[in-house]
């Protein structure tokens, strides 16, 4: 099921990233069907300790039968908490392999794919209040194309939201075939498929507030890390990898650096990837969702 559940993405190249110690500490904070939980425990002796985090009910399932290993159910911007309340503070490696599962883009139920009918939902966390239905339902036109332009860089955004409004004050939009239908006057012919994928990964990231979250995780690093720890990130798209290369080089999410007491540059953070890795041709005709993904790795100073 695990395998199903999701392929992980550049394998062996994150996990050689985190430098392993066999009585080390680390971090899955994305543990969806847990590919990379397994290849860390593969490396870890004995006296190593592994503490997952995913917020997908779902995940829970595929949860491993290893005394050294622990899953938490929390969205990974409270990853400090949890660890400090487990006693496992400071850490010496971190994994986040962010974006959808797999298993969540096939699960029609879930509502995160344009390709399969279901409800309009998006939520990695069903416990959250507010679902993809919700936030079409509830955004007037102006919110809609900050999201849309924002999230999904989504071309004539502002055309897109007005048609939106439009479907919405016809009928709900209340399904993913609902939301085709509402963006059919809008879709361009060329590349419909690119389109839709824009307008649902907007939705998608404002429904889960993954930007947000994906700031707090890099800050709290800083606080979870030992100096010399491994910081390893997986991401899909330019909006994280921009936040993440950002963090990696300056110490801020948004690349402007940040200045101690003494006017230097605050650097928590080296680089250990000049450019993100991106995967094999071989990977990519393997595991085509592999195609986007890019990882960088960091250690800290």
């Known amino acids: 099921m695990a395998h199903e559940y999701h ?9 050689n990233g985190l430098a392993i110690r066999p009585d080390g500490i680390y971090v899955d904070a994305t543990f969806g069907g847990g590919g990379h939980s397994r290849a860390i425990l593969e490396r870890l002796g004995p006296e190593g300790a592994l503490i997952a985090f995913d917020r997908d009910t779902d995940a829970a399932g595929n949860a491993l039968d290893d005394p050294r290993f622990k899953l938490v159910r929390s969205d990974f911007r409270w990853i400090r908490n949890h660890l400090r309340y487990l006693g496992r503070l400071p850490v010496d490696g971190l994994l986040a392999d962010l974006g959808v599962s797999s298993h969540q883009f096939d699960t029609a139920a879930r509502g995160f794919s344009f390709r399969q009918e279901g409800p309009l939902d998006m939520r990695m966390d069903r416990r959250a209040r507010r679902n993809a239905a919700e936030l079409v339902a509830s955004m007037d036109e102006q919110e809609l194309r900050t999201v849309l332009r924002g999230y999904g860089e989504v071309p004539g955004a502002q055309r897109v939201a007005r048609a939106l409004v439009e479907a919405r004050s016809r009928t709900p939009i209340r399904t993913t075939r609902a939301l085709v239908e509402a963006l059919a006057p809008v879709t361009p012919r060329r590349d419909a498929s690119g389109f839709l994928a824009q307008v649902f990964q907007a939705l998608r990231i404002a429904v889960n507030d993954e930007l947000g979250a994906l700031r707090q995780l890099l800050r709290m ?35 402007e650096g940040t200045i101690d007491p003494y006017g230097r540059h605050d650097l928590p953070y080296r680089p250990l990837t000049s450019k993100a890795i991106r995967p094999t041709e071989e990977e990519m005709e393997r595991n085509p969702r592999a195609r986007s993904a890019r990882a960088r790795i960091a250690e800290r100073t």
Do not use: A, T
């Open 7 to 15: 392929d992980p993405v550049l394998l062996h190249d994150c996990v």
């Open 221 to 255: 690093s800083v606080q979870v890390l030992r100096p010399g720890g491994r910081l390893v990130i997986i991401s899909y798209h330019s909006l994280e990898d921009r936040l993440v290369k950002n963090w990696m080089r300056s110490g801020d999410p948004e690349g």
